[in-house]
């Protein structure tokens, strides 16, 4: 019996690793399947990171491989910070895929990134956000990232959960998650899920979940007040139809 394949989207340094790791760990306690073990089953290992099980884009070349698993029965969750296209939204109509997007303020995501990424390469250990060498650069990173949250904003049936939400209404928006990907854990593993990745509980050392401060608007104590007013003129329309404050 075919299941959908789920897509747990978000932009980066918005808690998306820690999001994904939540939902793959509640699909497999559910019945689903180990992300990590359809990636070398079905030899996806090019189209999928190693970690997360990341898929770079959504377009139809590496999707369909991705799908496959699913429809012959595998429940499992893939990772993506790509936008849709018109093959996703069809997907979703059918209910061949379900997406759920996580979010965060633009203003605190590329602190975030920044500031990530100063670290890394501070320790000898640069990554993808060790480019960013100042936080203009930083803000034109997470510019076209906004633009992708706009385009899943448009998208019917897709879930869109705010990083800062997760955190302040973790009970409510774990219900959410569960009852919008019909997932029902025996009750003992629910529970412990639950503890396991609850704001303030979850190790930052864990692999996959890039979790670091979890804090939600630092931004406001970090950046000065002319680089506040910067950062919110410059998307203060989207930063509105997100839900946030100038």
Not at 8 to 32: C, E, F, K, Q, T
Request: hydrophobic fraction near 40%; charged fraction near 25%.
């Amino acid at each position: 019996m075919s299941q959908p394949l789920i897509i747990s989207a978000g932009m980066p340094r918005a808690g998306s690793g820690w999001y994904y790791n939540l939902i793959h760990d509640l699909i497999v306690s559910s019945g689903g399947q180990d992300a990590r073990q359809i990636r070398k089953k079905y030899h996806l290992e090019r189209l999928l990171t190693e970690v997360n099980c990341n898929i770079a884009t959504l377009n139809f070349h590496r999707l369909i491989p991705v799908l496959l698993p699913a429809r012959f029965g595998n429940k499992y969750v893939i990772k993506t910070h790509a936008g849709p296209d018109t093959l996703v939204r069809l997907l979703i109509h059918a209910r061949w895929i379900y997406v759920i997007y996580i979010y965060r303020d633009p203003r605190a995501a590329l602190l975030s990134a920044f500031e990530y990424g100063q670290r890394a390469t501070s320790m000898g250990r640069p990554n993808a956000f060790s480019q960013l060498t100042n936080l203009d650069e930083a803000a034109i990173f997470i510019e076209k990232y906004i633009r992708i949250w706009e385009a899943w904003s448009k998208v019917n049936d897709v879930m869109l959960i705010r990083y800062e939400d997760l955190l302040s209404k973790y009970s409510e928006k774990f219900e959410n998650t569960l009852e919008f990907l019909d997932l029902h854990p025996p009750f003992l593993e629910r529970e412990n899920l639950f503890d396991q990745y609850r704001p303030g509980k979850g190790d930052p050392n864990q692999v996959g979940t890039h979790f670091s401060r979890g804090e939600a608007e630092r931004f406001r104590q970090v950046l000065t007040a002319e680089q506040l007013e910067k950062f919110s003129l410059m998307n203060e329309p989207i930063l509105l139809r997100m839900g946030y404050e100038k």
